[in-house]
Protein backbone atom coordinates (compact mmCIF):
# COMPACT_ATOMS: atom_id res chain seq x y z
CA UNK A 1 0.00 0.00 0.00
CA UNK A 2 2.77 2.84 1.11
CA UNK A 3 4.25 1.65 -2.76
CA UNK A 4 1.15 2.14 -4.56
CA UNK A 5 0.13 5.84 -2.61
CA UNK A 6 4.61 6.64 -3.41
CA UNK A 7 4.03 5.73 -7.14
CA UNK A 8 0.91 7.56 -6.99
CA UNK A 9 2.39 10.81 -5.55
CA UNK A 10 5.32 10.54 -8.16
CA UNK A 11 3.00 10.33 -10.88
CA UNK A 12 0.86 13.53 -9.53
CA UNK A 13 4.27 15.59 -9.42
CA UNK A 14 5.52 14.62 -12.66
CA UNK A 15 2.21 15.37 -14.07
CA UNK A 16 2.31 18.52 -12.52
CA UNK A 17 5.74 18.71 -14.34
CA UNK A 18 4.54 17.99 -17.72
CA UNK A 19 0.48 19.27 -17.73
CA UNK A 20 -0.78 22.41 -19.30
CA UNK A 21 -0.40 24.69 -16.01
CA UNK A 22 3.05 24.57 -15.47
CA UNK A 23 4.18 25.05 -18.72
CA UNK A 24 2.68 28.84 -18.37
CA UNK A 25 4.96 31.46 -17.23
CA UNK A 26 5.36 32.08 -13.62
CA UNK A 27 2.57 33.85 -11.62
CA UNK A 28 4.06 37.25 -10.48
CA UNK A 29 4.45 37.36 -6.74
CA UNK A 30 1.88 40.45 -5.80
CA UNK A 31 2.82 43.86 -6.20
CA UNK A 32 4.86 42.86 -8.89
CA UNK A 33 4.15 43.54 -12.89
CA UNK A 34 2.44 41.10 -14.60
CA UNK A 35 3.56 39.54 -18.17
CA UNK A 36 2.74 42.13 -20.54
CA UNK A 37 1.44 41.12 -23.94
CA UNK A 38 4.39 39.45 -26.67
CA UNK A 39 6.92 38.96 -23.42
CA UNK A 40 9.05 36.26 -23.37
CA UNK A 41 7.84 33.58 -21.21
CA UNK A 42 9.69 30.70 -19.47
CA UNK A 43 9.15 27.13 -18.49
CA UNK A 44 11.57 25.45 -16.00
CA UNK A 45 13.47 22.01 -17.34
CA UNK A 46 13.25 20.51 -14.17
CA UNK A 47 15.50 16.97 -15.82
CA UNK A 48 18.24 19.05 -17.29
CA UNK A 49 21.03 18.75 -17.19
CA UNK A 50 21.10 14.85 -16.95
CA UNK A 51 23.15 12.84 -13.78
CA UNK A 52 26.11 13.45 -14.12
CA UNK A 53 28.78 10.53 -14.08
CA UNK A 54 31.57 9.01 -12.11
CA UNK A 55 29.59 9.78 -9.29
CA UNK A 56 30.45 13.82 -9.47
CA UNK A 57 28.75 16.17 -7.85
CA UNK A 58 28.93 20.27 -8.53
CA UNK A 59 29.90 22.94 -5.88
CA UNK A 60 28.89 26.56 -6.39
CA UNK A 61 28.36 27.27 -10.08
CA UNK A 62 29.62 30.36 -10.73
CA UNK A 63 29.22 30.88 -14.46
CA UNK A 64 27.07 29.56 -17.37
CA UNK A 65 27.96 30.63 -21.02
CA UNK A 66 26.07 28.98 -24.36
CA UNK A 67 28.54 28.63 -27.37
CA UNK A 68 27.18 29.14 -31.28
CA UNK A 69 26.41 25.47 -31.10
CA UNK A 70 23.67 26.34 -28.64
CA UNK A 71 25.88 23.74 -26.24
CA UNK A 72 25.89 25.34 -22.60
CA UNK A 73 28.80 25.78 -20.50
CA UNK A 74 29.78 26.04 -16.53
CA UNK A 75 32.27 26.46 -14.53
CA UNK A 76 31.89 25.30 -10.58
CA UNK A 77 33.73 25.29 -7.47
CA UNK A 78 34.96 21.90 -6.59
CA UNK A 79 36.51 23.39 -3.77
CA UNK A 80 33.04 23.89 -2.31
CA UNK A 81 31.62 20.98 -2.31
CA UNK A 82 29.62 20.25 1.50
CA UNK A 83 31.42 17.88 3.50
CA UNK A 84 28.89 15.40 3.58
CA UNK A 85 28.70 15.36 -0.13
CA UNK A 86 32.82 14.18 0.18
CA UNK A 87 32.29 10.62 1.49
CA UNK A 88 33.32 8.58 -1.44
CA UNK A 89 37.09 10.30 -1.40
CA UNK A 90 37.84 9.06 2.10
CA UNK A 91 40.01 6.30 2.79
CA UNK A 92 38.36 4.38 3.67
CA UNK A 93 34.99 5.58 1.89
CA UNK A 94 32.36 6.74 4.30
CA UNK A 95 29.53 6.69 1.85
CA UNK A 96 28.50 6.42 -1.67
CA UNK A 97 28.45 10.02 -2.59
CA UNK A 98 30.49 11.60 -3.85
CA UNK A 99 33.08 13.28 -6.09
CA UNK A 100 33.96 17.30 -7.17
CA UNK A 101 33.16 16.87 -11.07
CA UNK A 102 36.06 18.87 -12.88
CA UNK A 103 35.50 22.48 -13.19
CA UNK A 104 34.79 23.11 -16.73
CA UNK A 105 31.74 20.78 -18.26
CA UNK A 106 29.81 21.48 -21.54
CA UNK A 107 26.64 20.30 -21.75
CA UNK A 108 24.34 19.72 -24.89
CA UNK A 109 20.72 20.94 -25.45
CA UNK A 110 19.38 17.86 -23.60
CA UNK A 111 21.36 17.90 -20.44
CA UNK A 112 24.02 15.06 -21.68
CA UNK A 113 27.55 15.91 -20.84
CA UNK A 114 29.78 16.16 -23.52
CA UNK A 115 33.25 17.42 -22.19
CA UNK A 116 34.67 17.86 -18.58
CA UNK A 117 38.37 19.48 -17.61
CA UNK A 118 40.18 21.80 -15.73
CA UNK A 119 42.38 22.29 -12.92
CA UNK A 120 45.79 23.19 -11.69
CA UNK A 121 48.45 22.55 -14.59
CA UNK A 122 51.76 23.21 -15.82
CA UNK A 123 52.01 27.18 -17.57
CA UNK A 124 49.68 28.74 -16.16
CA UNK A 125 47.88 29.84 -12.66
CA UNK A 126 44.45 28.31 -12.33
CA UNK A 127 42.07 30.46 -9.98
CA UNK A 128 41.72 29.57 -6.24
CA UNK A 129 37.99 30.77 -6.83
CA UNK A 130 36.66 30.06 -10.14
CA UNK A 131 34.54 33.16 -11.50
CA UNK A 132 33.09 33.76 -14.66
CA UNK A 133 33.39 31.79 -18.14
CA UNK A 134 32.86 32.86 -21.68
CA UNK A 135 33.33 30.99 -25.20
CA UNK A 136 33.65 32.75 -28.19
CA UNK A 137 32.78 31.79 -31.76
CA UNK A 138 36.57 29.46 -32.33
CA UNK A 139 35.13 27.40 -29.53
CA UNK A 140 38.17 28.89 -27.02
CA UNK A 141 37.04 29.27 -23.09
CA UNK A 142 38.07 31.90 -20.78
CA UNK A 143 38.02 31.83 -17.55
CA UNK A 144 38.55 34.14 -14.28
CA UNK A 145 38.55 33.79 -10.89
CA UNK A 146 38.11 36.24 -7.37
CA UNK A 147 40.19 35.12 -4.93
CA UNK A 148 41.90 37.67 -3.30
CA UNK A 149 44.90 36.16 -5.26
CA UNK A 150 43.10 35.71 -8.88
CA UNK A 151 44.50 38.47 -10.92
CA UNK A 152 44.07 36.83 -13.89
CA UNK A 153 42.12 35.80 -17.27
CA UNK A 154 42.93 32.28 -18.62
CA UNK A 155 42.48 30.91 -22.29
CA UNK A 156 41.57 27.02 -23.05
CA UNK A 157 40.53 25.53 -26.18
CA UNK A 158 37.16 23.70 -25.92
CA UNK A 159 39.06 20.50 -25.52
CA UNK A 160 41.12 22.03 -22.63
CA UNK A 161 44.18 22.71 -24.11
CA UNK A 162 45.70 25.85 -22.08
CA UNK A 163 47.02 29.08 -24.54
CA UNK A 164 47.16 31.98 -22.59
CA UNK A 165 47.26 33.98 -19.75
CA UNK A 166 46.21 37.84 -19.50
CA UNK A 167 47.51 39.17 -15.41
CA UNK A 168 49.70 36.66 -13.22
CA UNK A 169 48.03 35.51 -9.75
CA UNK A 170 48.93 37.01 -6.75
CA UNK A 171 50.70 40.12 -8.86
CA UNK A 172 47.77 43.09 -8.65
CA UNK A 173 47.09 46.48 -9.02
CA UNK A 174 44.68 49.64 -8.18
CA UNK A 175 41.85 50.04 -10.67
CA UNK A 176 43.91 52.52 -13.10
CA UNK A 177 46.79 49.89 -13.31
CA UNK A 178 47.41 49.19 -17.41
CA UNK A 179 48.71 45.66 -16.68
CA UNK A 180 47.40 44.35 -13.77
CA UNK A 181 44.20 42.61 -12.66
CA UNK A 182 41.92 43.09 -9.32
CA UNK A 183 39.64 39.58 -9.04
CA UNK A 184 38.05 39.71 -12.00
CA UNK A 185 34.32 38.73 -12.13
CA UNK A 186 33.52 38.44 -16.06
CA UNK A 187 35.01 39.50 -19.81
CA UNK A 188 33.54 39.42 -23.16
CA UNK A 189 35.57 39.30 -26.45
CA UNK A 190 34.62 41.91 -29.28
CA UNK A 191 35.29 39.60 -31.81
CA UNK A 192 35.30 41.89 -34.70
CA UNK A 193 37.74 44.13 -32.64
CA UNK A 194 39.62 41.29 -31.43
CA UNK A 195 39.69 42.88 -27.89
CA UNK A 196 38.60 41.85 -24.40
CA UNK A 197 36.45 43.60 -21.88
CA UNK A 198 36.63 42.64 -18.34
CA UNK A 199 34.75 43.37 -15.57
CA UNK A 200 37.37 43.97 -12.77
CA UNK A 201 35.60 43.32 -10.34
CA UNK A 202 35.67 42.57 -6.79
CA UNK A 203 38.90 44.21 -5.86
CA UNK A 204 39.13 46.80 -8.74
CA UNK A 205 36.09 48.95 -9.97
CA UNK A 206 36.40 49.33 -13.98
CA UNK A 207 36.18 48.26 -16.99
CA UNK A 208 39.54 47.11 -18.58
CA UNK A 209 39.87 46.39 -22.29
CA UNK A 210 42.94 44.09 -23.92
CA UNK A 211 43.90 43.07 -26.98
CA UNK A 212 42.56 39.86 -26.71
CA UNK A 213 45.76 38.09 -28.66
CA UNK A 214 48.52 40.17 -27.21
CA UNK A 215 47.00 40.85 -23.58
CA UNK A 216 48.32 44.61 -24.33
CA UNK A 217 46.29 47.12 -22.42
CA UNK A 218 44.11 49.14 -24.52
CA UNK A 219 41.80 51.54 -22.51
CA UNK A 220 39.80 51.23 -19.20
CA UNK A 221 36.76 53.58 -17.31
CA UNK A 222 34.84 53.69 -14.48
CA UNK A 223 31.10 54.58 -13.56
CA UNK A 224 29.76 57.36 -15.83
CA UNK A 225 33.28 57.06 -18.16
CA UNK A 226 35.08 58.90 -14.88
CA UNK A 227 38.73 58.05 -13.63
CA UNK A 228 38.17 54.55 -11.56
CA UNK A 229 38.92 55.68 -7.63
CA UNK A 230 39.96 53.28 -5.16
CA UNK A 231 38.75 55.51 -1.93
CA UNK A 232 36.49 53.83 0.53
CA UNK A 233 33.11 54.69 -0.34
CA UNK A 234 30.03 54.98 1.64
CA UNK A 235 27.23 52.15 1.94
CA UNK A 236 24.57 52.18 -0.92
CA UNK A 237 21.55 54.01 0.41
CA UNK A 238 18.18 53.85 -2.10
CA UNK A 239 17.88 57.20 -1.39
CA UNK A 240 21.31 58.81 -1.39
CA UNK A 241 22.78 60.34 -4.37
CA UNK A 242 24.27 57.76 -7.00
CA UNK A 243 27.78 57.16 -6.43
CA UNK A 244 29.71 58.69 -9.14
CA UNK A 245 32.01 55.06 -8.86
CA UNK A 246 31.41 51.69 -9.14
CA UNK A 247 31.18 49.72 -6.28
CA UNK A 248 32.63 45.96 -5.74
CA UNK A 249 32.04 43.92 -7.41
CA UNK A 250 31.72 45.22 -11.20
CA UNK A 251 30.05 41.91 -11.29
CA UNK A 252 29.45 41.41 -15.14
CA UNK A 253 30.39 43.31 -19.06
CA UNK A 254 28.15 42.50 -22.09
CA UNK A 255 28.28 43.84 -25.42
CA UNK A 256 25.14 44.38 -27.42
CA UNK A 257 24.60 43.95 -31.55
CA UNK A 258 24.43 47.62 -31.91
CA UNK A 259 28.08 47.65 -29.89
CA UNK A 260 26.60 49.05 -26.86
CA UNK A 261 28.18 47.99 -23.65
CA UNK A 262 26.18 47.19 -20.46
CA UNK A 263 28.15 47.18 -17.22
CA UNK A 264 26.77 45.19 -13.62
CA UNK A 265 27.07 47.69 -11.02
CA UNK A 266 25.86 44.83 -8.74
CA UNK A 267 25.76 46.67 -5.30
CA UNK A 268 24.47 50.05 -6.38
CA UNK A 269 21.87 47.70 -7.80
CA UNK A 270 22.03 49.89 -11.61
CA UNK A 271 22.98 48.60 -15.31
CA UNK A 272 25.20 51.53 -16.67
CA UNK A 273 25.70 51.60 -20.40
CA UNK A 274 28.29 52.97 -22.24
CA UNK A 275 30.08 53.13 -25.97
CA UNK A 276 32.75 51.03 -26.99
CA UNK A 277 35.30 53.89 -26.02
CA UNK A 278 34.23 54.46 -22.48
CA UNK A 279 31.70 57.94 -22.84
CA UNK A 280 28.54 56.81 -20.55
CA UNK A 281 25.13 56.84 -22.38
CA UNK A 282 22.69 56.13 -19.67
CA UNK A 283 21.71 54.26 -16.56
CA UNK A 284 18.75 51.83 -15.03
CA UNK A 285 17.94 51.57 -11.60
CA UNK A 286 16.86 47.88 -10.84
CA UNK A 287 15.17 46.87 -7.82
CA UNK A 288 16.72 50.28 -6.31
CA UNK A 289 15.42 49.38 -2.24
CA UNK A 290 17.97 46.39 -2.61
CA UNK A 291 20.35 46.51 0.07
CA UNK A 292 21.49 42.78 0.44
CA UNK A 293 24.29 41.76 -2.04
CA UNK A 294 22.57 44.04 -4.56
CA UNK A 295 20.25 43.11 -7.17
CA UNK A 296 22.11 43.38 -10.71
CA UNK A 297 24.00 40.20 -10.72
CA UNK A 298 24.26 39.32 -14.19
CA UNK A 299 22.21 40.18 -17.88
CA UNK A 300 21.88 38.55 -21.28
CA UNK A 301 20.40 40.84 -23.87
CA UNK A 302 17.43 38.85 -26.09
CA UNK A 303 18.16 36.69 -28.96
CA UNK A 304 16.53 39.06 -31.81
CA UNK A 305 18.75 41.09 -33.98
CA UNK A 306 17.08 44.26 -32.32
CA UNK A 307 17.74 42.31 -28.73
CA UNK A 308 14.25 43.87 -27.51
CA UNK A 309 14.73 42.68 -23.81
CA UNK A 310 17.77 42.36 -21.35
CA UNK A 311 16.97 39.77 -18.95
CA UNK A 312 18.59 40.13 -15.40
CA UNK A 313 19.89 37.93 -13.14
CA UNK A 314 18.87 39.21 -8.88
CA UNK A 315 20.71 36.77 -6.85
CA UNK A 316 19.65 39.20 -3.50
CA UNK A 317 15.83 38.77 -4.39
CA UNK A 318 16.07 35.10 -5.96
CA UNK A 319 14.06 36.32 -9.21
CA UNK A 320 15.05 36.86 -13.04
CA UNK A 321 14.01 40.52 -14.58
CA UNK A 322 12.77 41.20 -17.62
CA UNK A 323 13.33 44.85 -18.76
CA UNK A 324 12.66 47.14 -21.97
CA UNK A 325 16.33 47.75 -23.45
CA UNK A 326 15.20 50.93 -24.76
CA UNK A 327 13.85 52.60 -21.30
CA UNK A 328 14.56 50.08 -18.86
CA UNK A 329 10.81 49.49 -17.99
CA UNK A 330 10.66 46.58 -15.91
CA UNK A 331 8.04 44.14 -17.78
CA UNK A 332 7.98 40.62 -16.08
CA UNK A 333 9.73 39.65 -12.47
CA UNK A 334 9.48 35.89 -11.88
CA UNK A 335 11.22 33.25 -9.31
CA UNK A 336 11.73 33.40 -5.39
CA UNK A 337 14.05 31.71 -3.11
CA UNK A 338 13.76 28.11 -2.84
CA UNK A 339 15.12 24.87 -3.72
CA UNK A 340 12.46 23.58 -6.66
CA UNK A 341 12.64 24.55 -10.12
CA UNK A 342 12.20 27.62 -11.16
CA UNK A 343 13.49 28.93 -7.52
CA UNK A 344 16.83 30.53 -6.66
CA UNK A 345 19.44 30.54 -4.48
CA UNK A 346 21.73 32.77 -4.81
CA UNK A 347 20.97 33.12 -8.91
CA UNK A 348 24.57 33.91 -10.09
CA UNK A 349 24.62 34.23 -13.71
CA UNK A 350 22.53 33.92 -16.43
CA UNK A 351 22.94 32.62 -20.25
CA UNK A 352 21.03 32.64 -23.43
CA UNK A 353 20.84 30.26 -26.71
CA UNK A 354 20.05 31.01 -30.22
CA UNK A 355 16.02 29.80 -29.81
CA UNK A 356 15.87 32.43 -26.66
CA UNK A 357 16.28 29.43 -23.51
CA UNK A 358 17.73 30.86 -20.61
CA UNK A 359 19.84 29.23 -18.37
CA UNK A 360 21.30 29.85 -15.02
CA UNK A 361 23.91 29.12 -12.58
CA UNK A 362 23.82 28.98 -8.96
CA UNK A 363 26.26 30.03 -6.22
CA UNK A 364 26.20 30.12 -2.03
CA UNK A 365 24.12 26.44 -1.14
CA UNK A 366 22.34 26.58 -4.50
CA UNK A 367 25.46 24.34 -6.46
CA UNK A 368 23.45 24.16 -9.79
CA UNK A 369 22.26 25.01 -13.12
CA UNK A 370 18.58 25.55 -14.29
CA UNK A 371 17.66 25.70 -17.89
CA UNK A 372 14.10 27.75 -18.89
CA UNK A 373 12.43 27.25 -21.98
CA UNK A 374 11.14 29.58 -23.64
CA UNK A 375 7.25 28.94 -24.88
CA UNK A 376 5.80 32.19 -26.07
Known amino acids: MIGSFKALRLAVIIAGFAGPAFAQTFPPPMGQPSNAPGVPKFQPEPF ?39 GATKNPPETKCCTAAPPVLEFDQEGNLLKAWGGPGPGYDWPRNEHGIHVVSQGNVWLAGNDNAD ?47 VADGYRNRRIIVFDAKTGAFKRLWGAYGHK ?134 EVGYGHRAQKFRRVE
Open 48 to 86: WPKPLPGNWVLGQVSGIAVDRNDHVWIIHRPATVFDDEK
Open 228 to 361: PSDEKMAAYKPDAPLSEQFSNPVHCVRIANDGLVYVCDRANDRIQIFRKDGTFVKEFRIEPDTLQNGSVWDLVLSEDPAQKYIFIADGANGQIITINREDGKVLTQWGRHGRQPGQFKWVHNIAIDSKGNLYTA
Open 151 to 197: SQILTFTGDGKFLHQIGKAGTTGDSNSPDSLGRPAHMILDEPAGELY
